[in-house]
């Protein structure tokens, strides 16, 4: 049976005037990936760095519990259990892979020998061996990334905390990626992320966070969130500008409105109800059915609107 391997409970961060994140409490079970999805400015890698001690949250009366530890009190014992991968690839461009990976191996006290072999196996696992030594500089993008992902797991952590570890990525490296963090879940590693991508949430996430401006707007299991807060289809109307609104008194009691520029969107339970309104109504090419799906909960949620941070 899981049991919770965090507990975090009413923690705030400001930066002056900026309140980045605002009482917020979660708990994270073992062996799980615990997603947070938000906005670019909505306090995701804020919540990353107090856990891992890289900033001191604000209030006082706050919790924060991570296999035992408080982070303010016990830095690094909660770093020697953790991996963090950050938002940027902070390699040293002047040593090749293998070096860049003994010389962090000693910050935990590796043997050599032993880091020798704990190097070998991650290379090998992140399928970057044919790069052992090549210098940093030398590498893609998406193999930089895998390199950061291979040095966050050499010490072996409990935890794994990645800060939107796919970010600019090309789908190929995205899914190998995302295909080894399950495989590091099998292992009991718990895996802590933080993304915009609605699919890396949606495919990764048992338990997902939506954050809006530093709080917690809505939590749960992704296909849950779904089922609770969006409708199962929507009819998207395009050129609206041009007079191609549905007017129909049925839309009134049975379907849900959303209006944004240049497009309306009608949602309903019922495919029948929106392919009836549309095939009425419009003409082929102005509309599209489909399903709804993570980014419309995303989205509802937090507005369509760019905040201030975006």
């Given at each position: 049976?899981?049991?919770?391997?965090?507990?975090?409970?009413?923690?705030?961060?400001?930066?002056?005037?900026?309140?980045?994140?605002?009482?917020?409490?979660?708990?994270?079970?073992?062996?799980?990936?615990?997603g947070?999805?938000?906005?670019?400015?909505?306090?995701?890698?804020?919540?990353?760095?107090?856990?891992?001690?890289?900033?001191?949250?604000?209030?006082?009366?706050?919790?924060?519990?991570?296999?035992?530890?408080?982070?303010?009190?016990?830095?690094?014992?909660?770093?020697?259990l953790?991996?963090?991968?950050?938002?940027?690839?902070?390699?040293?461009?002047?040593?090749?892979?293998?070096?860049?990976?003994?010389?962090?191996?000693?910050?935990?006290?590796?043997?050599?020998?032993?880091?020798?072999?704990?190097?070998?196996?991650?290379?090998?696992?992140?399928?970057?061996s044919?790069?052992?030594?090549?210098?940093?500089?030398?590498?893609?993008?998406?193999?930089?990334?895998?390199?950061?992902?291979?040095?966050?797991?050499?010490?072996?952590?409990?935890?794994?905390?990645?800060?939107?570890?796919?970010t600019?990525?090309d789908?190929?490296?995205?899914?190998?990626?995302?295909?080894?963090?399950?495989?590091?879940?099998?292992?009991?590693?718990?895996?802590l992320?933080?993304?915009?991508?609605?699919?890396?949430?949606?495919?990764?996430?048992?338990?997902?966070?939506?954050?809006?401006?530093?709080?917690?707007?809505?939590?749960?299991?992704?296909?849950?969130?779904?089922?609770?807060?969006?409708?199962?289809?929507?009819?998207?109307?395009?050129?609206?500008?041009?007079?191609?609104e549905?007017?129909?008194?049925?839309?009134?009691?049975?379907?849900?409105?959303?209006?944004?520029?240049?497009?309306?969107?009608?949602?309903?339970?019922?495919?029948?109800?929106?392919?009836?309104?549309?095939?009425?109504?419009?003409?082929?090419?102005d509309?599209?059915?489909?399903?709804?799906?993570?980014?419309?909960?995303?989205?509802?949620?937090?507005?369509?609107?760019?905040?201030?941070?975006q």
């Amino acid at each position: 049976m899981s049991s919770s391997v965090i507990k975090v409970k009413n923690i705030s961060k400001s930066f002056g005037k900026i309140r980045a994140v605002r009482n917020l409490s979660f708990s994270v079970e073992s062996g799980l990936c615990f997603g947070f999805l938000g906005p670019n400015g909505a306090g995701k890698t804020t919540v990353m760095k107090m856990l891992y001690a890289k900033c001191i949250r604000d209030n006082n009366s706050s919790e924060v519990d991570i296999f035992g530890y408080d982070p303010v009190k016990n830095e690094l014992v909660i770093k020697y259990l953790s991996g963090v991968v950050q938002q940027e690839n902070n390699l040293d461009d002047e040593l090749n892979v293998i070096q860049n990976l003994m010389i962090y191996s000693k910050f935990y006290d590796i043997s050599v020998k032993t880091a020798k072999k704990r190097i070998e196996y991650l290379l090998d696992f992140l399928e970057l061996s044919e790069k052992a030594n090549s210098k940093i500089k030398e590498l893609s993008g998406g193999m930089k990334r895998r390199l950061v992902i291979a040095r966050a797991l050499l010490n072996n952590p409990r935890l794994l905390i990645l800060d939107e570890p796919t970010t600019g990525l090309d789908p190929q490296v995205r899914h190998l990626i995302w295909d080894k963090i399950r495989q590091l879940q099998k292992q009991q590693t718990t895996v802590l992320l933080t993304t915009h991508y609605m699919e890396e949430a949606f495919q990764l996430c048992d338990n997902l966070l939506i954050m809006h401006k530093g709080q917690n707007i809505m939590e749960g299991r992704p296909k849950e969130l779904m089922k609770d807060n969006i409708e199962k289809y929507v009819l998207e109307v395009f050129d609206t500008e041009d007079g191609h609104e549905v007017k129909d008194d049925t839309v009134r009691n049975n379907i849900r409105v959303d209006h944004t520029p240049g497009v309306i969107r009608y949602h309903c339970d019922d495919i029948d109800v929106l392919n009836n309104l549309a095939t009425t109504s419009l003409k082929a090419g102005d509309y599209h059915i489909r399903e709804t799906n993570l980014e419309d909960v995303f989205l509802r949620a937090t507005g369509r609107q760019l905040n201030d941070k975006q």
